[in-house]
């Protein structure tokens, strides 16, 4: 701390508000109808988004698709002027990067375009030295000495720590739907209120596969924006929560933002106007291969009023980085194990199946099982997650893991209603060895606060109106 306020004296890093009041910042949803041509085409689009990004995590093997349902984060890189730059918000990764000038990105010729340009480097931007911590953080925690042989420096450099003046090397990075090779960078990073952090470490990439805009990652890790930002004033960087606008895929629904909120401090029941918030929560566990993730575990998912426990592996995670469930801003759909989601689906389908037709070619079209036609409302089943941890229980609101669109009216078939549930299998359980069980979607996040505490440990949820908490913590 003394050091930081040493740096803050030479204005070597700082923040132009209070340190000790919550941050709000708007996220933006990055759907848009113009991108797909029917509801078939986004639901398969996204479903196999989902899956590539769920099954990467274990094969390691960059699988380029077009893009799901993202939320985006503004700020800007350097003096200003600056252009505006908006990247994905992931907390399942742990690298702030963006596309920079001249940039090519290989296999992106059916992607959405570019939420930004591409960066011009700004002349305060400083190459990072492949002594610098973050230059090992960035290549899987190499030591420095390897960091500045693969920089080219002298021995006799690397014998006398002389070697600052040689850049970190080029890192790899890759995800479920494309890679990039980006090299280090600091600038000072302004977000839209004002909040400033200056030396800030970002990935500037000149060639992806298949990742047209960049990615700001929330995840562990000392180089994803909370841990640079905690570096400034923990009482920010170290607590941060979203809540996520209900859309159902409706462009104008979409357009709301979105509340981030950096330093989030609740107690655990409050009243807010008329609404009571209730946070339940669990307890982070360790992922020693991926110790970026915000993983949990789960104890099981109720239908109805039964109980379907779940299978070992979504409890807890194992020294070789096996199991857990993460919580994922960056994919859409909630993946899970294939015995845990047979039981889900067949109860699901025991409840709803007696009442309405299965709509098996919309499923082929979707990806999404089961699908089924209906005529006016259709009645389905309270799903909830439980969570391991006395009362950690979430009841999904129903437009969460159930979607509701029209098939159909094309001048071919009559148009029907159709509904599915929005719930997909991750595969068998022998498949997901070395990597998560499960993965909790953004879909099945929205209409709730979730609460990461990275000082405690611990994820929450509450149900909210999440445009009203927006409203009302701006004004």
């Known amino acids: 701390m003394a050091t930081c306020i040493y740096m803050l004296l ?43 990004r769920f099954h990467h995590r274990h094969k390691q093997v960059p699988l380029p698709l077009s893009p799901g349902s ?57 190459a990072v030295s492949c002594q610098s911590s973050a230059c090992s953080a960035a290549h899987s925690s190499l030591p420095s000495s390897d960091l500045c042989a693969i920089s080219r420096c002298p021995l006799a450099d690397i014998e006398t720590s002389d070697c600052n003046s040689f850049p970190c090397p080029p890192f790899y990075y890759a995800y479920g739907d494309g890679s990039l090779i980006a090299r280090l960078y600091k600038d000072s990073l302004t977000l839209p209120n004002s909040l400033s952090i200056q030396n800030f470490t970002f990935g500037c990439a000149h060639t992806t596969l298949a990742e047209p805009v960049g990615v700001a990652g929330f995840g562990f890790g000392r180089l994803s924006l909370p841990a640079q930002l905690s570096s400034v004033s923990p009482q920010l960087g170290n607590r941060f929560s979203y809540c996520l606008v209900s859309h159902s895929f409706d462009s104008d629904r979409v357009r709301r933002p979105s509340p981030l909120i950096l ?88 409840r709803v199946g007696r009442f309405y037709e299965r709509a098996s070619a919309v499923e082929e079209t979707t ?25 950690s229980s979430v009841v999904l609101p129903r437009r969460n893991y159930f979607y509701e669109f029209k098939d159909g009216g094309d001048g ?64």
């Open 367 to 391: 990806g999404l099982s089961p699908c089924y036609y209906y005529d006016k409302v259709a009645k389905v089943p309270v799903i909830s997650l439980h969570f391991v941890g006395n009362k």
């Open 263 to 350: 330093g989030r401090y609740e107690e655990k029941e409050k009243q807010f106007g008329t609404e009571i918030v209730e946070f339940v929560y669990t307890d982070m566990l360790y992922n020693p291969k991926h110790p970026y993730f915000y993983s949990v575990g789960l104890e099981g998912i109720s239908v109805g009023k039964r109980n379907i426990p779940a299978p070992e592996n979504l409890k807890k995670v194992d020294r070789r980085g096996s199991g857990g469930m993460v919580v994922d801003s960056g994919t859409t759909f909630t993946m899970l194990p294939a015995s845990l989601y047979d039981s889900v689906v067949s109860e699901f389908d025991h």
């Open 70 to 126: 993202d939320y985006t984060l503004s700020f800007t890189l350097g003096s200003p002027p600056s252009p505006t730059i908006s990247l994905y918000l992931d907390t399942g990764s742990d690298v702030v990067w963006l596309p920079c000038s001249p940039f090519e990105c290989i296999l992106c010729e059916s992607k959405a375009p570019p939420l930004s340009p591409p960066l011009n480097l700004s002349s305060s931007a400083t």
């Open 412 to 475: 071919v078939g009559r148009e029907r209603s159709v509904g599915c549930l929005m719930l997909m299998n991750g595969g068998d359980e022998e498949e997901l060895r070395g990597g998560p069980g499960g993965t909790l979607g953004n879909y099945q996040q929205q209409g709730m606060e979730v609460v990461y505490d990275l000082e405690k440990r611990t994820v929450g949820f509450a149900r909210r109106k999440c445009s009203s908490l927006w409203e009302s913590l701006k004004n």
């Open 10 to 52: 030479l204005s070597a890093c700082w923040l132009t508000i209070s340190m000790s009041e919550p941050v709000l910042l708007p996220l933006t949803h990055a759907f848009s109808k113009t991108h797909f041509t029917t509801p078939h085409h986004l639901l398969k689009t996204t479903s196999a988004r989902s899956a590539a």
